[in-house]
């Protein structure tokens, strides 16, 4: 058998698991050069050759896996964000592209005001503090999470890009107990409504509740950034938040209810959905 036969095989297998052929050639590809540790082109160059040795039980351990929609991010270990590679595991959401619009308006703030004291509401595996320390040399961040094992992975990742000395991650929720005030807030928080979970594709249902549910309106979470946010955010400062389709309205009418607080612009994903409000305290 040709390496080329072994990865068509496990192809087949993944979208009999109906897993779309694009997903399949995409992950397929992917464990193998992860495995083998090849760029793109020696896969390429390679797949006439027959099955290299160490490819394999590998290989079939994480074809059984994906087949099982768990998620290739999981499977691998790292999911790439704001051209960083980070560390995931189930007990973190998987960064998506869509979140690197809260860490471009950040670093666009930032690179104005690089000595604002700034805070990050429920970090994860920590991809937004860490990337926005990354890309803006000096400023420190206060990084909040509910969970133990998502700050080990958020702590793990910040260590990774030499930002741990600027990135301080806090058990707790919102910010509760963190001493203000701050000039900028950052949050990703939960927005799916607890109704929405049976039409939950089976791969997000591998990641935390606790990082996708925002109760059963999905603005319970949105609301409780808000509170931090009128608790903790200073006059003429600004919150960056990303939050769930079809939620801008609510967004708007939650912002606007509080004095003082205004959404300046709401920025669209790549596919066109509203999805990160910058939020001015006036």
Do not use: K
């Not at 394999?56 to 994906?66: H, I, K, L, Y």
């Not at 930032?110 to 994860?124: C, Q, Y």
């Not at 203000?180 to 807030?185: I, S």
């Amino acid at each position: 058998m040709t390496l080329q036969d072994a990865l068509a095989a496990a192809r087949a297998r993944l979208v009999a698991a109906r897993i779309s052929t694009d997903e399949a050639t995409v992950d397929v590809d992917l464990f193998a050069r992860r495995i083998l540790g090849w760029d793109r082109a020696r896969l390429l160059t390679e797949l006439r050759g027959s099955v290299p040795t160490g490819l394999e039980p590998q290989f079939t351990a994480w074809v059984d896996r994906r087949a099982a929609h768990e998620p290739s991010a999981y499977i691998i270990g790292v999911r790439e964000f704001w051209s960083l590679e980070f560390a995931v595991t189930p007990a973190v959401l998987i960064p998506r592209p869509c979140t690197e619009l809260v860490v471009e308006e950040a670093v666009a703030l930032l690179s104005e005001h690089p000595a604002w004291r700034v805070a990050e509401i429920g970090t994860g595996s920590g991809c937004i503090a860490v990337s926005v320390a990354h890309s803006v040399p000096g400023v420190r961040i206060v990084a909040t999470d509910l969970s133990a094992d998502a700050l080990t992975v958020a702590q793990g990742n910040a260590a990774q890009f030499g930002v741990a000395d600027r990135v301080t991650f806090v058990e707790t929720s919102y910010l509760d107990g963190i001493a203000g005030p701050f000039e900028l807030l950052l949050a990703n928080p939960p927005y799916v409504r607890a109704g929405d979970r049976p039409g939950l594709s089976r791969v997000v249902q591998h990641e935390p509740d606790v990082a996708l549910f925002g109760g059963e309106s999905g603005l319970r979470d949105i609301t409780g950034v808000l509170d931090a946010a009128e608790a903790t955010l200073t006059t003429g400062g600004w919150l960056v938040m990303e939050f769930g389709y079809g939620q801008e309205q609510d967004v708007r009418e939650l912002v606007e209810a509080r004095a003082g607080f205004e959404v300046v612009r709401v920025r669209d994903d790549i596919e066109g959905i509203a999805r990160t409000a910058v939020i001015a305290r006036t």
